[in-house]
């Protein structure tokens, strides 16, 4: 009897820990973008039977959103009681990988996922009893499994397509399989049982590949992993930062599915997983982010860990290339070639190990750093199936990417998002994006970066201060700059830093003088002193960005004069390259290292054309005429390769490095800074220089402006900015100068202003807020699907007086950003509607919109779906609501308020004259819920639509609605579809009102 009691008292509690961490669950469950996780769960749970296939079936609806058929489970799940709840936690720990389980209790009972079905004797039984395993199993022999179903005249061929969509990953194929056989009936189900143990009897296909690999392969594979090893295991970037290990100093940035805008958390992992696929046949994997953003650290640490045999080791071979250096290579080769003298060298067996490599692809990784920086843009206009077949190194590396040669091997790719077009899109298993660190990033990087706590905790101090650095700080080449200076920083006073120019004049000064014969400071000659230095340095840069040069040869660095004293200053280090090589090679620290010094060279020498300036800020005109220019020629390798830019076949990707170098002149030119450059070149010279960077600014904006096209009729005027019009206000606020800043954006008269999809982080929201503050007008700021977060909030806060509408959807905020944007809003007379959909927003926050609404009674339009408001924010809610008398739009849906919630905002909106939409969908509304709102379309006349749906409502709840229909003429339509409505009741209600849909 104790024994049972203690039973029960367990599974009570596994229910109400099913309920309590509804959300948590939801969010382990769908935060991926992949129905994986939720999908292996209801594998075990038809396995143990608690689960029937109705159910099943009425979880799965095909098209519908994920974090809809998650709740749906979670739903039934809780409607089945103690035991199921139970199960289901138990299912679910051992489907979410460790790191996921943090936060969340399971139930102390386990379970054997297949036990029940041992007492099955059928084998459509069996399916179901042992459905984990069974999907485990024929994930890799698919092909063979359907060829078996065919040959026995159970399936045919448009059954192996309907299996076989590209739409769907492996493991989905291999349930879809399941799924179709089981419909069959007993004969198909025997066939597939029959397969697999078969196929388990031959042995698996990697086991079989282990039995014949080459003599010599085990010895390649240790040199290849030795060799990575050595390459990676020490920061290769920043000049290696003194040294520093890469398990030091390494620290994740945020990475992102391009096309998943939930935001979940990704590890370096998911690159070659199942997560994000969009394309099943392309083997070309994408990550994706702004110079800076971590992307060849990343892979620095994917490669270190395959060569540690710690993760990757799916792969049996890795091959690293960088293309800066691969630009490098003018000799046509082989992939063999490629492979072998880029990489590694196999001491005997070349061709065997080669072959093995040509057999089995899928058990091989290329990987290639930095597509931007290779020479000529992407084609697959010169197709090359054979590896054995000599052509030129970006033939190679453009066949490899689309799947012509070595189809099977998975190829992962870093680029500027500039450099992507969609050409390259289309061959693409699936693609990343790089957003930097987050704010722990930043004290992470800068803890592991300084072994002194104290200094460390200084800079971050000081990094508090100063927000405008702090957003800057999200770019990890930026974070490393503040960090590896920070003795100037801590010295140079709070908020004195403020513009990306600022950053990297600080670490010009910190190396030089370093190599100083006088300790001079700022503003008194320590530039003068070093100014061939920078001379010599600058022309490198240039003409190496004129290029697309960015690895040099000791010839083109003495063609430029620069001299052994120049390389010791340490902005120039040398090239490694895993190909042997006995000649140096030179780059600069970082690539907006070389923009850098290529922006001083602009504004200091008096050898750079009257016309450099303008092409630099109309980068087309740079593209069709700048290298005829003498002074881009100095880097390119022949007469030969100058013909082939002129034929146009160089690459335009360069264009990116154009614009930051663009950014830095504008920067350079800033009052601030103009006194540095009066001791190094003539007044006159930088004024002129001056006006011709603001006139080029003013210009570009208007160009901006004549491209938004005339508002249709009844519809406001919108302007949808371009990533090129955020370079350009970039550029003004590196400038500093609000005249020109007021010049620029007040012929800007648009209603509404949308940036959606630019690549907003907190290091643009500064030069926004900067610009968009002069904005004559109010407008609607349009900000969606970008990575603003918290930090960037603040950054905006300076605009939010001419904000009449914001817009930040699925933008990484937290309660934190919104009490301080709260906090400003409600200070601003214009400001009238928010909307912050797909943020991480919880009933911490909810508490702050009241006070809004509470003290705004011309605030109209409240959005926060899709967050974690419970009942309890819901109720903050409502006490706002009672005192508000403007509001027209409120939308909650996706959250969680469940009948108790919806009750509060019942009895606070039923006497509303102003409330025109209510959205609740996805809520957990049930029949109370519903009863209640009827109160509010009984009572309040000014109501249009009511959207209640994919609830947990039944009849009785819709009778309350018809009901109160009833008494009212204005309601237009509330939305009830995917409710707890059989087919019948549904129909009979249809008949009751037509505004009713269902």
């Known amino acids: 009897m104790s024994e049972y009691g203690n039973r029960k008292s367990e599974s009570m509690f596994a229910q109400e820990l099913v309920l309590k961490q509804r959300t948590e669950i939801l969010h382990v469950l769908c935060s991926s973008g992949s129905a994986e996780h939720l999908e292996r769960v209801l594998d075990c749970l038809l396995a143990q039977g608690d689960l029937i296939w109705e159910d099943y079936q009425n979880i799965q609806v095909l098209g519908r959103a994920l974090y809809t058929n998650a709740r749906q489970l979670l739903n039934l799940v809780y409607t089945k009681g103690e035991a199921t709840c139970e199960l289901f936690l138990t299912a679910l720990k051992q489907v979410l990988p460790e790191e996921q389980q943090a936060g969340l209790s399971f139930s102390g009972c386990c379970f054997n996922p297949e036990k029940k079905g041992e007492s099955q004797n059928t084998s459509t039984q069996t399916l179901l009893s042992r459905r984990p395993s069974l999907v485990n199993k024929l994930q890799g022999c698919i092909d063979g499994a359907l060829e078996a179903l065919v040959v026995s005249g159970h399936f045919t061929s448009g059954d192996c397509n309907e299996v076989q969509l590209p739409v769907h990953t492996p493991s989905q194929q291999a349930r879809r399989l399941l799924d179709h056989v089981r419909s069959k009936g007993e004969p198909a189900a025997k066939v597939v049982l029959d397969y697999i143990q078969q196929n388990q009897e031959s042995g698996t296909i990697l086991n079989q590949e282990k039995t014949t690999l080459p003599k010599e392969f085990s010895k390649y594979q240790k040199k290849l992993s030795s060799s990575v090893s050595a390459q990676s295991c020490f920061l290769s970037t920043y000049g290696g930062t003194g040294h520093m290990s890469l398990d030091d100093i390494y620290t994740e940035g945020q990475l992102e599915l391009a096309q998943d805008y939930v935001h979940g958390p990704l590890g370096l992992e998911d690159i070659v997983g199942t997560v994000g696929i969009v394309n099943e046949e392309a083997d070309t994997v994408l990550v994706s982010g702004e110079a800076g953003s971590g992307k060849s650290t990343l892979l620095q640490r994917l490669h270190l860990l395959w060569a540690r045999g710690a993760a990757f080791q799916d792969f049996l071979l890795l091959f690293p290339f960088s293309c800066r250096r691969l630009n490098s290579e003018h000799r046509e080769l082989s992939v063999q070639e490629l492979l072998f003298q880029h990489c590694c060298w196999p001491d005997r ?36 199936c054979c590896p054995t077949q000599r052509a030129p190194v970006h033939v190679l590396l453009f066949n490899l990417i689309q799947g012509s040669l070595m189809k099977g091997v998975w190829k992962v790719v870093t680029s500027r998002p500039e ?15 790089l957003k930097g660190f987050s704010p722990n990033g930043i004290d992470c990087f800068v803890k592991k970066h300084h072994s002194d706590p104290n200094v460390a905790a200084k800079v971050l101090e000081s990094l508090q201060t100063n927000t405008a650095l702090l957003g800057l700080c999200h770019n990890p080449v930026l974070c490393w700059i503040v960090s590896q200076c920070h003795k100037e920083l801590l010295g140079c006073g709070e908020g004195s830093l403020q513009t990306i120019t600022d950053v990297y004049l600080m670490i010009l000064q910190h190396f030089l003088q ?33 290029s697309t040069c960015y ?20 902005f120039l280090i040398q090239s490694t390259d895993m190909s042997s090589t006995h000649s140096k090679r030179y780059e600069f620290l970082h690539v907006t290292v070389q923009c850098f010094f290529a922006a001083l060279y602009i504004i200091l020498s008096s050898n750079t054309e009257h016309s450099t300036i ?15 220019s003498s002074c881009f020629k100095a880097c390119l390798p022949s007469s030969d390769q100058q013909e082939q830019v002129l034929e146009g076949e160089a690459r335009t990707a360069e264009t990116p490095n154009l614009s930051i170098t663009a950014t830095f002149v504008s920067g350079l030119l800033s009052q601030r800074h103009r006194g540095l450059w009066l001791h190094c070149c003539p007044r006159a010279m930088l004024e002129k220089k001056i006006k011709q960077v603001s006139r080029c600014l003013a210009k570009g904006m208007q160009k901006h402006f004549r491209s938004i096209p005339q508002p249709v009729a009844g519809e406001k005027k919108s302007m949808h900015a371009m990533p090129g019009f955020v370079w350009l206000i970039k550029c003004i606020y590196e400038m500093q100068e609000s005249r020109i800043a007021k010049d620029a954006i007040s012929k800007l008269e648009v209603d509404h202003l949308k940036l959606t999809y630019c690549n907003i982080g907190p290091v643009e929201c500064t030069p926004l807020a900067y610009v968009l503050q002069h904005l004559r007008s109010p407008v609607g700021l349009q900000l969606d ?54 943020n991480k ?12 609404l509470k003290t705004r009674q011309d605030f109209l339009c409240l959005r926060l779906g899709n967050n974690n408001i419970t009942a309890e924010g819901a109720k903050q809610l409502a006490e706002g609501l009672k005192s508000n008398h403007s509001l027209t739009h409120l939308g909650l849906w996706g959250n969680r308020i469940g009948d108790a919630g919806a009750e509060a905002l019942a009895s606070a909106l039923e006497n509303s004259k102003s409330l025109l939409w209510l959205s609740l969908v996805g809520n957990g509304v049930g029949n109370a819920g519903a009863c209640a709102l009827a109160n509010i379309i009984k009572n ?40 707890e409505l059989s087919l019948e009741e549904v129909e009979e209600m249809k008949q009751c009102d037509k505004r009713l849909i269902f």
């Not at 690895?551 to 010791?568: H, N, P, R, Y």
């Open 785 to 838: 699907n970008n990575s603003v977060g918290d930090v960037g909030v603040e950054q905006l806060l300076p605009c939010m007086h001419i904000c009449k509408a914001l817009y930040l959807r699925n933008s990484n905020i937290t309660d934190e950003g919104v009490r301080k944007l709260i906090a400003k809003g409600i200070q601003c007379d214009n400001f009238q509607k928010i909307a912050l959909f797909n």
């Open 940 to 979: 309040c006349t000014s109501l249009e639509e009511l959207w209640l749906t994919e609830n947990c409502i039944t009849k009785t709840g819709v009778d309350c609605l018809i009901q109160a229909l009833e008494h009212n003429a204005h309601v237009k339509s509330i939305w009830l579809r995917n409710n």
């Open 551 to 570: 690895v040099f040869s000791c010839t083109e660095l003495e063609t430029c004069g620069v001299t052994e004293k120049d390389i010791c200053m340490g």
């Open 841 to 852: 927003l919880t009933d911490a926050c909810t508490q702050h919109f009241s006070h809004l």
């Open 349 to 384: 067996e070349q061709e065997e190990i080669f072959q093995f490599i040509v057999d089995h692809p899928h058990l091989i990784v290329f990987t290639f750093d930095g597509l931007d920086e290779l020479k000529q843009s992407f084609s697959d206009e010169h197709r090359l």
């Open 614 to 628: 303008f092409k630099l800020f109309e980068p087309q005109k740079m593209r069709e005429t700048g290298l005829h």
């Open 419 to 433: 450099a992507v077009g969609h050409l390259l899109k289309k061959h693409l298993r699936k693609e990343f994006l």
């Open 514 to 546: 370093h190599q100083s014969t006088q300790k001079s400071t700022i503003g008194l000659g320590w530039l003068q002193e070093h100014l061939k230095t920078v001379l010599h340095l600058g022309q490198l840069a240039f003409e190496g960005i004129g």
